[in-house]
């Protein structure tokens, strides 16, 4: 095969052979206009074509896996398909591998102390977003996860491989797998995932999900579940499934910034207010290099759920632009707007719980009212200590509100049947959590360095027989200002509530 033909790409039944060069589609670099417009087609199409979908009714020892050397599989988001040539220089998957690396897959330690990295190929393509010649959310998806599935069982798959400035088609040889998907590409990671329970790999495979579209509580795969818009190509497939079998689980860590149109869509979305501020939030928190600080959200299962929550709303973000009175109006405007945005989400439901759309969702009025009264003094508070650069300066003597508003739950929604502790994602879990089970080499808990996304090829796999570290399955920590919320689901089987839709293949569509 030529190695600069990353794929056989199935497009509406008829076989083509694509090569992408740097000739053919230049450099893309998707501008926030055209992308905020394909959010809005999406969604309105989606809450179209809801009304008239019918939505099913929504501890034990895990192996926590620290082999001495593992391969993680980076795939890109919509427009990088991390090829040479292509339209992604060497330079930007050198950095993009190196971001994912550094603040997603480096910290969680699912693929050990010697990371190989590999770009795999993915078209990346959203018709018309991409192109009007390109292909389809659905076949694009299709052909990305043909990839990644022989990527995990040693087939020939597209890649591309440190410094990145060829791909070739060859066979990863390894048994330790963690991928890495982002937005579009998390969907293919996701589904994947459900093909390796059905289908399990000969090795181990972990999954580190960024802004998904199909994380269970949040996702806009999972809230309009069951519709599929054929202008588009898009099916919005459901949850990602949580449910992999022991004592070898598919380890899962899903990640997802506060107010992402794509991963934390509002649960009602017959919010007006919060609607607008989701589809503002497409633009500041489906981030492309995006960093911060990640708050444990709760478990489900085999996964572990972290929220980078926003300082700023969406709604009031474009004020800071502002000279001098932007920053000072967002700050005053926040609290009593985020209030009423809150009221759209169900926070107490758990991140792994898959939550169609609810229609007629509304929290309890008379404490939405008193909580949007509080937030108004407490809106100028926050704007005296923005003034005053003195956060202990509070004269109307509110306190400062969390990230889901004033008398909002906290971040930690529990854990529901974990696999074990909350695999990290900014360091080890806490001492308190680490058991050493029985026969096992005690497990360190200091923190691993944090190492680069480029790791030199191992000279061999692990040793057979060697014993691998794990902890006993404990509960997850109350968080500090109040207790754990349990799952307003019950336990799913291995199904879920979005099982009919998970048992047939993406490809078969």
Known sequence: MDPDRPSWQTRRGTVIARRIGVGEMGVV???????????????????????????PAAVSSM???????????????????????????????????????????????????????????TPAEFWPDTGLDSMTFDESVAVGLANLDNCLRAQSCTVTDPPYTSTTTRTVSDTDFTVFGYSDSATIASIQKSNLIAHPPSGTVSFVLVSS?????????????????????????????????????????DAAYQYDVIADFPTNPLNLLALVNSLIGSAYDHPEFGTGTPTLQGQYQDSTYYMFTADTLPLVRPLEVIPVLGPLLATVLDPPLRVLVETAYDRTINPGAPTPAKYLYFPNPIA????????????????????????????????????????????????????????????????ALQVTAPGDPEVDPSPR???????????AS???????????????????????????????????????????SWSDQ
């Open 462 to 504: 692990t040793a057979p027989g060697q014993t691998r570290r794990r902890t006993q399955a404990v509960a997850a920590p109350e968080a500090a200002d109040g207790p754990s919320a349990r799952s307003a689901v019950p336990n799913r089987s291995a199904g879920s509530s979005t099982g009919p839709l998970r048992s047939r």
């Open 63 to 121: 192996t926590t896996r620290l082999a001495l050397t593992a391969t993680a599989l980076y795939m890109g988001g919509t427009g990088h398909p991390l090829t040479i040539p292509g339209p992604d220089p060497p330079s930007y998957i050198d950095r993009y591998v190196t971001w994912a690396y550094d603040t997603y897959v480096g910290p969680s330690q699912l693929c050990g102390p010697t990371c190989v990295a590999t770009a795999v190929y």
């Open 29 to 55: 670099v998707p501008d926030l206009l055209r992308g905020l417009t394909r959010t809005i087609v999406v969604l309105l199409l989606a809450l179209a074509g809801s009304a008239l979908t019918t939505v």
């Open 213 to 253: 579209g199909n994380r269970p509580n949040g996702g806009i795969l999972e809230r309009f579940v069951g519709v599929r818009l054929p202008i588009l190509g898009v099916t919005f497939g459901g949850a990602t499934v949580t449910n992999s079998p022991q004592p070898t689980p598919l380890s899962t860590v």
């Open 368 to 431: 939405s009212a008193a909580n949007f009264v509080i937030a108004l003094p407490t809106g100028w508070d926050n704007g005296i200590a923005y003034l005053t650069q003195d956060p202990s300066n509070r004269p109307f003597g509110t306190t400062p509100p969390g990230p889901y508003g004033v008398g909002g739950p906290p971040v930690y929604a529990g854990a529901v049947d974990p696999y074990g502790p909350p695999t990290p994602l900014a360091g080890p879990p806490p001492a």
């Open 449 to 459: 360095p944090r190492r680069g996304a480029i790791r030199p090829a191992p000279a």
